[in-house]
């Protein structure tokens, strides 16, 4: 599933740290939802690529358990990172 590219820097809604806990040291994922509840996944190993869309949170959050990986206990909201 593809979207047109986003406007992230400015309509970004949330950001949250996903792990595989089972690699050594934690593969690491990036999900930012967009003020429209579309969600995109970032691979930081592969220079940022989008590696996963959805049209919501809940269905990217839903493919990032399936691989088993855990959300970081902290979610970074758009209005306190502005502040």
């Not at 967009?34 to 996963?52: L, R």
Request: negative net charge; charged residues 25%.
């Amino acid at each position: 599933m593809s979207f047109p590219a986003l406007n992230l820097a400015e309509d970004w809604d949330f950001t949250e740290l996903w792990i595989d806990p089972t690699a050594s040291p934690p593969y690491v994922l990036i999900l930012l939802s967009h003020e429209s509840g579309k969600t995109q996944i970032y691979d930081p190993a592969k220079q940022y690529q989008v590696i996963f869309a959805s049209p919501t949170y809940q269905e990217a959050k839903l493919w990032l358990l399936e691989d088993e990986y855990e959300r970081v206990e902290q979610r970074l909201c758009a209005e306190k990172a502005l502040v």
